[in-house]
């Protein structure tokens, strides 16, 4: 008898099954199901493993030989400063670089694989939801149809005896055991699924990032190249012309950051005499320009004039000639124009005891003691050997950016946005 009260119930119940479905929209804590491929997808999707595969053996043996060069240029950098070291060192930083560019490629590459395999993976769980709907909705169909048309004393009559009664009710029982094992099942489905499309936004993100790397790294090289032409063609091969030219941006830098150093402390008592009067308000720095390829960082170990001078800035690979925008508002502590030969630059003093550097200029828009605006146009850039205020050693058009917290330089990207 209880086993015939509890059948009785299930069968009564039905209906809250239906709130069982409600469920499918709130996953929970439950652990992700895989999926039934074809053997098609199985296939392809097993390539596409084989080739991922083969492509991280690739970026492994690149990575190998990269920090073989790395190691390279390291030694080079130690040794005297000569004309030969400087030549063999841009020589060796170009074939990293190019390596750095064929194992970004390929990860690029295997990145857009991982999104093809995931992409099938997600296709197949939609069809798997699909037919798993439709097996939920005849279920549900069956035992409404069920309930309508038979009640347990019906049921009773029609079976001839008692044996026949309690089958037909376990029947029942087991086809509403079913759909609720199905909506469970539904539900894992579509926690995968979340999952699956998580990751795919996650690969196509990743996939932009890298895409910015190569970007760099390729605007990187072009400005090794140059600098190496350019050096060749100025020197001419001749040693004594490279010393020459070495002792003459060691003094230039030497001046230029004193000068930097005592402009610094001569602004800022000025402008903190101001700061009350002006009310500058900083929200923070701003990109001097629009570019965000970076092909040197601060204190590169890669920067192929480190043994000259340490690199205290960003380099910001722009075309010659992009306006140079304030990154915050200040007084122009220095504007120093070194012509055809020289190296140009522009100091701004802002309010925290915060500067900024913006170096390789070739025009400059604003004279010592202005007021500028965030924002404003200061300058516009240059870079390119042989043209105004590049100096003789810069590796194509870019903006230098210094930040500078009380005068000791701070890398840029700790402070801009």
Avoid: C
């Avoid at 070495?246 to 230029?256: F, I, S, T």
């Amino acid at each position: 008898m209880l086993k015939i009260k509890i059948k009785f119930k299930k069968i009564n119940n039905i209906l809250a099954l239906f709130s069982l479905l409600s469920l499918l929209f709130y996953p929970g804590n439950i652990e992700a199901t895989e999926y039934k491929l074809d053997n098609v997808e199985n296939l392809e999707i097993w390539q596409i493993n084989q080739d991922i595969n083969n492509r991280r053996a690739e970026i492994q043996e690149l990575n190998r030989q990269i920090e073989v060069y790395k190691k390279n240029i390291s030694a080079k950098q130690r040794e005297l400063y000569n004309l030969s070291n400087q030549v063999s060192t841009l020589n060796e930083s170009i074939a990293k670089i190019n390596l750095e560019i064929q194992a970004t490629e390929l990860e690029v590459e295997t990145l857009e694989l991982q999104i093809e395999n995931t992409n099938l993976k997600i296709q197949a769980k939609e069809r798997e939801i699909d037919d798993q709907k439709k097996i939920l909705g005849e279920t549900i169909l069956s035992l409404h149809k069920e309930q309508q048309k038979n009640s347990v004393f019906e049921i009773l009559l029609l079976n001839q005896n008692f044996s026949d009664f309690v089958a037909e009710l376990d029947r029942l029982g087991n086809m509403q055991d079913s759909l609720v094992e199905g909506v469970d099942q539904l539900k894992d489905f579509k926690l995968a699924l979340q999952e699956d499309r998580a990751s795919l936004e996650a690969e196509k993100a990743e996939i932009d990032t890298l895409k910015g790397i190569l970007e760099n790294k390729k605007a990187g090289l072009d400005g090794q190249k140059t600098a190496k032409y350019y050096l060749m063609a100025t020197t001419q091969g001749q040693e004594a012309k490279y010393q020459e030219m070495l002792q003459a941006v060691k003094k230039e830098q030497e001046e230029a950051n004193s000068n930097i150093i005592y402009m610094e402390q001569v602004a800022r008592e000025k402008l903190n005499r101001q700061l009350e009067q002006i009310g500058i308000d900083s929200d923070g720095l701003m990109w001097p320009v629009a570019s965000r390829i970076i092909t040197a960082y601060f204190h590169d170990a890669d920067y192929p004039y480190r043994n000259i001078f340490e690199h205290n800035a960003i380099d910001l690979a722009t075309p010659q000639g992009t306006p140079i925008r304030a990154a915050e508002s200040g007084y122009v502590a220095t504007a120093r124009d070194g012509g055809k030969t020289g190296y140009s630059y522009i100091m701004l003093i802002h309010a925290d005891n915060l500067s900024t550097v913006y170096g390789h200029v070739n025009i400059i828009s604003v004279e010592k003691d202005q007021f500028v605006s965030k924002g404003q146009i200061i300058g516009y850039s240059g870079g390119q050997p042989g043209t105004n205020g590049a100096g003789p050693f810069s590796t194509g058009a870019h903006l230098h950016f210094e930040v500078r917290i009380n005068g000791v330089p701070a890398n840029p990207l700790n402070y801009l946005p």
